[in-house]
């Protein structure tokens, strides 16, 4: 029996391979074509709009606030950005705002002068002059204390600042570009961050969707990750099957593209030898929930979980499920999953689900 169903699964595998590598080659000529901007990756909807106003923003001057959940790819962005504007020969200056403490912060982003402060042996240029002709991104701006909001706010309007423990004023040209995850509004009312400077860095916005969003892209995405990966390790042209990138675009991705890359990566390397990347190895990753046909029961990690959020990701990836087997038909889905329409409506919005690009 063993025997024979191994005859089988080999037939089914032979049958398999010529449509995958078709599949493959058309996800790669779709890489090289309109769905890659600056190692961006993605046809969805949201991604085009995206792309759109990185193009128009580009040549200007304005600030630009990109916001989004973390493992969006806000930083890929924002070099994007910089490296389609006149400034592309200038640097590009990464701030991790919440990496630091106030005082450090404040002489890395201005400089300070020899005996500023105890073990100031020599002058030091900060960052904004380390940026001057190019552009300056403030990874997580929300992280910024108060005090350097106002400094911050000062050098986006005057376009001058001063080293630490110094007098004189310098001139500078950098273009600001801050993205953050957190409700910089919200912050506002709670008092944590300027609104004055909230409207300076927000001339020009955009919110890149999270992954979850935008499940039509896992494909492209994971190809995207195979070719680099593959071609970093070795393993060049792998192929992923059918059933593992079913489980790929079935997850939730709370981490986002980050997520996706890393699990692409552990299964490239782990990959066997002149095998493929199959279902078992992308669910070592992925599904820490496992669940027993024979008990019809969840079973618990050792590590724990929320339940809530276990039960929150299952609800809504059954209603996605359904949505898409009926092609985003809500009357007809909520007959496969014996709601009412208003009831799988209000659902719909509650967990912010909307209807993919099919394009």
């Not at 590598?21 to 961006?40: G, H, P, Q, S």
């Not at 981490?255 to 669910?283: C, K, Q, T, Y």
């Not at 809504?316 to 985003?328: E, F, P, S, Y």
Request: charged share 30%; glycine share 6%.
């Amino acid at each position: 029996l063993v025997v024979l169903q191994n005859a089988i699964r080999t037939r089914q595998l032979e049958l398999q391979v010529p449509q995958l590598k078709e599949e493959v080659k058309t996800l790669r000529k779709a890489l090289k074509d309109k769905y890659c901007f600056e190692n961006i990756v993605g046809k969805n909807r949201y991604m085009q709009e995206v792309y759109r106003l990185i193009e128009q923003s580009a040549p200007s001057r304005s600030t630009i606030l990109i916001q989004g959940e973390s493992g969006t790819g806000k930083e890929l962005v924002a070099k994007a950005i910089h490296a389609n504007s006149a400034r592309s020969d200038k640097p590009f200056v990464v701030v991790n705002s919440g990496s630091m403490p106030a005082d450090l912060l404040e002489s890395n982003l201005f400089g300070h002068v020899k005996g500023a402060f105890t073990g100031a042996v020599a002058s030091k240029k900060g960052l904004f002059e380390v940026a001057d002709g190019g552009s300056i991104f403030f990874d997580e701006i929300s992280n910024i204390g108060l005090d350097i909001q106002a400094k911050l706010l000062r050098v986006i309007q005057e376009k001058e600042f001063m080293r630490v423990g110094s007098i004189d004023t310098l001139k500078v040209d950098a273009r600001l570009i801050a993205a953050t995850n957190d409700d910089l509004k919200r912050m506002i009312a709670e008092g944590t961050f300027r609104e004055d400077l909230y409207y300076r860095i927000n001339v020009i916005s955009m919110t890149l969707p999270p992954l979850r969003n935008k499940v039509d892209d896992i494909p492209l995405l994971t190809q995207y990750f195979l070719d680099r990966y593959g071609k970093e390790n070795g393993r060049e042209n792998l192929i992923i099957s059918d059933d593992a990138l079913e489980l790929l675009k079935g997850h939730s991705w709370p981490g986002n593209v980050r997520e996706l890359e890393n699990a692409i990566e552990r299964a490239v390397v782990l990959a066997p030898p002149n095998g493929d990347i199959n279902f078992e190895l992308i669910r070592e990753y992925i599904d820490p929930v496992t669940f027993d046909p024979s008990r019809q029961l969840m079973t618990v990690p050792s590590q724990g979980l929320a339940m809530k959020t276990v039960v929150q990701d299952f609800q809504k990836q059954l209603i996605v499920d359904a949505l898409r087997k009926t092609r985003w038909i809500q009357k007809e889905a909520a007959k496969l999953l014996d709601l009412k329409p208003t009831t799988l409506n209000e659902m719909i919005k509650r967990h912010g689900i909307r209807e993919e690009n099919h394009s």
